[in-house]
């Protein structure tokens, strides 16, 4: 194959990628940004009711305010959440993504709303580090940063995971597993909302950036977000729906 034949099969799958996924202009055109988000991950993004609600919500709401348009939320299952930007079924996804290098080749990933990382809970104070984890059955959800932590973790004798992360956290509560592994803002409010469980905070595996997603190579979206999001961070709006979540600026420093 001569090299301008390459060069124009290159070009057609750029321009077939970029196709798929709305342009900024196409979504200002509609004045409606659709979001895409999971709802089972509270604090982050929750039902009220019939609400979806939650930190990265109201954060995402916030910044696409400042964008100047309107928004309608889609909720499914983590899993799907990635996948559905390259269907185009949403423009962007919020829904506590760490920026992993393996993601990144999948999407393209905008500037993180928060800062966190995995954190060990158990219900014995014996397993609180991670060599403590070596012969014990770990709870985490599929998909997440966390089994690929807890995978790495030398002798572990089983990782069990669950479609959701509150039904990893339940493995844990009805010990069916010996710990459970989540994001340690997950974990400080499950214990001050349920300090009777008998749940106890261990130490931290790794730490992480969240950030929102769009359709690899949709910049010109990612773009808009980071500068509205810049925006929300200066004025302190973010800053105050933290507070109101966590009591503390959860926001990267
Ligand atoms: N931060 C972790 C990750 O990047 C967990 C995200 C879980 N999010 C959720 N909506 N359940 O994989």
């Known amino acids: 194959m001569n090299m301008f034949k390459t060069l124009a099969i290159a070009t057609a799958l750029c321009a077939g990628v970029a ?102 809970v158990s219900m014995k104070p014996e397993v609180a580090k991670a060599a403590d984890l070596a012969g014990k059955v770990v709870a985490v959800q599929t998909g997440t940063t966390y089994l690929e932590a807890v995978k790495k973790v030398p002798g572990v004798k089983d990782v069990k995971n669950f479609p959701t992360d509150e039904a990893a956290r339940n493995a844990l509560a009805s010990s069916r597993v010996d710990a459970w592994v989540t994001d340690r803002f997950v974990a400080k409010e499950m214990l001050a909302k349920a300090p009777k469980a008998g749940f106890r905070t261990g130490d931290m595996l790794f730490v992480e950036q969240v950030a929102a997603a769009v359709a690899k190579g949709n910049q010109g979206l990612a773009d808009a977000w980071n500068k509205a999001l810049k925006e929300a961070i200066a004025d302190g709006t973010v800053g105050a729906i933290s507070k109101k979540y966590f009591q503390e600026d959860v926001t990267c420093k």
């Open 19 to 120: 196709v798929q996924a709305r342009p900024l202009a196409d979504i200002q055109k509609s004045g409606t940004i659709l979001l895409g988000s999971e709802g089972q991950y509270a604090p982050f993004n929750f039902f009220k009711g019939k609400q979806l609600t939650g930190y990265e919500i109201e954060v995402a709401e916030a910044v696409v305010k400042k964008m100047g348009l309107k928004f309608e939320w889609k909720t499914v299952g983590f899993d799907a959440l990635l996948t559905g930007l390259a269907q185009d079924r949403w423009d962007l996804v919020i829904a506590s993504h760490a920026i992993t290098e393996d993601r990144s080749r999948a999407v393209t990933f905008t500037l993180p709303h928060y800062c966190s990382g995995g954190i060990i």
